[in-house]
């Protein structure tokens, strides 16, 4: 069973910056990729960006590109998100997601199977 701990919410103002992290301790070999998710508070949960384990594949959704970035430390076995020019509309619940997906990365839930507990963000206006 693959365990994901997210952590690094907090609120921040809008246009400020955060980084969110993801360990995955334990047992990590029947992953090859992970990937964020945000919830706001009565919306679906939703795709943010997703990397590949080898690094080499990277996939964000278009209302972040150029703000967000995605990284990994494979040592570590931990995933980070920094967030810039933050928007009060990304307040919600932050989400890490694994998988085994070979080389695509999926912008749906459904693809993704472990899951963490979600961080929450708060963007003041």
């Known amino acids: 069973q693959v365990q994901l701990v997210e952590s690094g919410g907090e609120l921040v103002q809008a246009g400020g910056s955060l980084r969110l992290s993801c360990a995955a301790p334990g047992r990590t070999f029947t992953i090859d990729a992970m990937a964020w998710f945000r919830q706001a508070p009565g919306k679906e949960r939703e795709f943010v960006e997703a990397?590949?384990?080898?690094?080499?594949?990277?996939y964000y959704a278009d209302s972040v590109k150029g703000r967000f970035t995605i990284s990994r430390d494979n040592a570590k076995k931990t995933m980070y998100l920094q967030m810039n020019s933050r928007k009060h509309e990304e307040t919600a619940v932050y989400y890490c997601a694994a998988d085994q997906l070979g080389r695509t990365l999926y912008d749906n839930t459904w693809s993704w199977h472990y899951w963490g507990q979600g961080t929450q963000v708060t963007v003041s206006s």
């Open positions: 990397i590949s384990w080898s690094h080499i594949n990277t």
